[in-house]
């Protein structure tokens, strides 16, 4: 029998973790598969650790690993995709907005041949300007990344083993999975369910946070966007150039004319914005080829019943030499 690993990022869920623990053991007992649970305690500050440290002591089929510190979602899925052992994975929410009840249908799929099933929600309960502008966002990410972004496909999917690894395959430390899950390709199915709207805890995604995700969307898979710098700036180049012809020739023709302090606060504003938009954007590069040839951890483990760090060094994943190189991240 197949073993599924669901992967559960969890940061300040205290109240959720034991529920979605019963969800989903509740599903597996009506389908042919065993199951591990991988949690993966994202430095929660509230009983987080506890709750998931008691079913561990009450079951095998627990697994949890607890970072150092918060070191975000991102680092958490792939911490979870790492350890997991399973034929496939499941990653979802700790929160259940990713409904234990599609497991069934996300099995379905992964029975089917499929080495994606994605779950796609939509946007019911949302408000109305979130909606508008999650819509809008999608459309113009679409047109500057190659990789398809799609409204309402997370990270709540199923992954074959062979889509594990090709997402494992890719190196870079700061991750938006989103984005690999769409890069590595491979034949997909989506499943679409109703938005669930959290029951316990609140959201840790604040507008600011959100809005440096949607950024990091933007450049996290081509450079483009610098492109798009280079096209701005050469198109108000030959219009500053028609406008300069024009003025000159007028000045030769009618003599110097005084008037043109708005002309030129305007010219001197724009062209600055434009200038500090693009080396903002040169910037985010520059900062990630920094962070990248600094080479460490994606985050560090400060417990858990996963194997103990020498047998886990035997048996880690190929990957994982090639990014920490002979570093051990257990203590
Ligand atoms: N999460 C995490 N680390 C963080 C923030 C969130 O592991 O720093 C987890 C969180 O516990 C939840 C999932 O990521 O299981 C999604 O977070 P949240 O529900 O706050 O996001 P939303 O559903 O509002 O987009
Ligand atoms: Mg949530």
């Known amino acids: 029998m197949h073993t599924i690993s669901i992967i559960i990022p969890a940061y300040n869920e205290e109240d959720n973790i034991s529920l979605i623990y019963e969800s ?17 305690n994202d430095a929660s500050t509230d009983r987080t650790l506890e709750e998931m440290k008691r079913l561990a002591a009450a079951t095998q089929k627990v697994k949890f690993i607890s970072f150092s510190r918060n070191f975000g979602k991102e680092a958490a899925m792939l911490a979870g995709l790492q350890h997991a052992r399973g034929q496939a994975v499941i990653i979802m929410d700790a ?13 379905k799929g992964y029975e089917e041949g499929f080495d994606q099933v994605i779950a796609r929600r939509n946007r019911h309960g949302e408000p109305f300007i979130k909606r508008v502008l999650c819509s809008a966002y999608y459309k113009v990410i679409n047109h500057i990344v190659d990789v398809k972004l799609e409204d309402g496909m997370g990270d709540f999917r199923l ?10 395959s890719l190196n870079e430390g700061q991750r938006f999975s989103k984005g690999l899950f769409s890069w590595i390709g491979m034949n997909h199915k989506v499943i679409h369910y109703n938005n669930v709207v959290r029951k316990n805890g609140e959201t840790k995604w604040s507008f600011s946070k959100l809005l440096n995700y949607g950024f ?10 610098l492109r798009l710098c280079f096209y701005a700036g050469a198109m108000i180049l ?11 020739v007028q000045i030769l023709n009618s003599g ?53 760090g020498a047998q886990y060094e035997k048996n880690k994943p190929r990957v994982y030499q090639i990014r920490h190189n002979r570093r051990n991240q257990y203590f």
Not at 95 to 107: F, G, R, V
Not at 216 to 225: A, H, K, L, T, V
Not at 301 to 307: C, S
């Open 256 to 308: 110097i004319d005084v008037p043109g302090y708005f002309t030129i606060i305007t010219a001197v504003l724009i062209l600055g914005g434009i200038q500090l938009v693009s080396l903002g954007i040169i910037g985010e590069y520059v900062g990630r080829i920094y962070y990248e040839t600094k080479k460490r951890p994606p985050y560090l483990i400060q417990e858990t019943n996963f194997m103990n």
């Open 24 to 40: 989903i053991q509740k599903e597996f007992t009506h389908l042919s598969y065993h199951f591990e649970i991988c949690f993966i």
């Open 159 to 168: 992954l074959s083993k062979k889509a594990v690894q090709a997402v494992l």
């Open 95 to 107: 929160d259940l907005q990713h409904p234990p009840s599609l497991i069934p249908q996300l099995l």
């Open 216 to 225: 990091d969307g933007f450049i996290s898979f081509n450079n483009r966007p």
């Open 238 to 248: 030959c219009l500053a150039l028609i406008y300069s012809i024009i003025t000159f």
